[in-house]
């Protein structure tokens, strides 16, 4: 009979909403379900035997991608009740770099949510919503820069929620030039009140690795969703949940 601890529930849970995630996203997740917030991974080693126990009684299983340099873990129909991902869809970048940020959020001490389904075309569906407290954040990840006629719709409905719904700010996650068709856009469309409150970082690659410092990201003095006066956002279910439906 496998012995799971509750570190490994919660990660086939996380990995069972991220889909697949790299082995550096797999460290920074260890130590953030373990308890850690000072943002510090676990070591490569204790990653990868992490995933060969794992992948040794059937619940996680992995490979390696043609955009990887290193393999991609998922959780197996036995851990979860969903198929093996599509590595070589489109999207198999964009998935692994969103596993990286929420991550790296989590051993940040955050919990990491499923954001809202748009209920109209203007509205705009985020990649994550990481919460810590009372403080709120809008996570994107932009490894290529959108048609630029798009910005004005999805940075208007993140002013709107900055104001209105006590998010605290936005961050993009970004490849260098996605980073500045998004901060250049960001300029047009959001009031200068409420423009610092978005954030661009050029830490990832094209192939959704992460290769930056994410010092900045911590860096921040944002208000709360308490401390602007808001009355709080309605986030949908938080991964773990999500992730055992």
């Known amino acids: 009979m496998v012995q799971l601890t509750s570190r490994d529930e919660a990660m086939l849970e996380w990995l069972g909403v991220v889909r697949m995630a790299d082995v550096d996203a797999i460290r920074w997740a260890l130590a953030g379900l373990a308890g850690e917030t000072a943002g510090v991974p676990v070591s490569r080693?204790?990653?990868q035997q992490w995933v060969a126990r794992l992948a040794g009684v059937g619940l996680v299983d992995r490979a390696r991608p043609n955009f990887q340099d290193g393999q991609v873990v998922?959780?197996?129909?036995?851990?979860?009740?969903?198929?093996?991902?599509?590595?070589?869809?489109?999207?198999?970048?964009?998935?692994?770099?969103?596993?990286a940020a929420s991550a790296r959020y989590l051993a940040r001490?955050?919990?990491?949510?499923?954001?809202?389904?748009?209920?109209s075309t203007q509205e705009h569906q985020v990649d994550g919503v990481a919460i810590k407290g009372d403080r709120i954040e809008l996570v994107?990840?932009?490894?290529?820069?959108?048609?630029?006629h798009r910005y004005k719709t999805i940075h208007t409905n993140h002013a709107t929620r900055m104001t209105t719904t006590g998010v605290a700010r936005v961050v993009y996650l970004c490849t260098p030039d996605a980073a500045r068709v998004v901060a250049r856009e960001a300029d047009r469309?959001?009031?200068?009140?409420?423009?610092?409150?978005?954030?661009?970082?050029?830490?990832?690659?094209v192939r959704g690795k992460w290769v930056g410092d994410d010092a900045p990201l911590w860096d921040d003095t944002a208000p709360s969703g308490s401390e602007s006066g808001s009355r709080g956002m309605a986030v949908s279910t938080p991964l773990f949940e999500e992730a055992a439906r």
């Open 140 to 148: 994107e990840v932009e490894l290529t820069p959108k048609t630029l």
């Open 74 to 99: 998922w959780a197996t129909h036995q851990a979860v009740g969903r198929g093996a991902p599509n590595l070589y869809r489109q999207t198999a970048r964009h998935e692994v770099a969103v596993a």
């Open 109 to 119: 001490g955050y919990e990491w949510f499923r954001d809202r389904r748009p209920g």
């Open 189 to 205: 469309f959001i009031f200068r009140t409420e423009r610092h409150r978005l954030l661009t970082l050029p830490v990832l690659d």
């Open 45 to 47: 080693r204790k990653a």
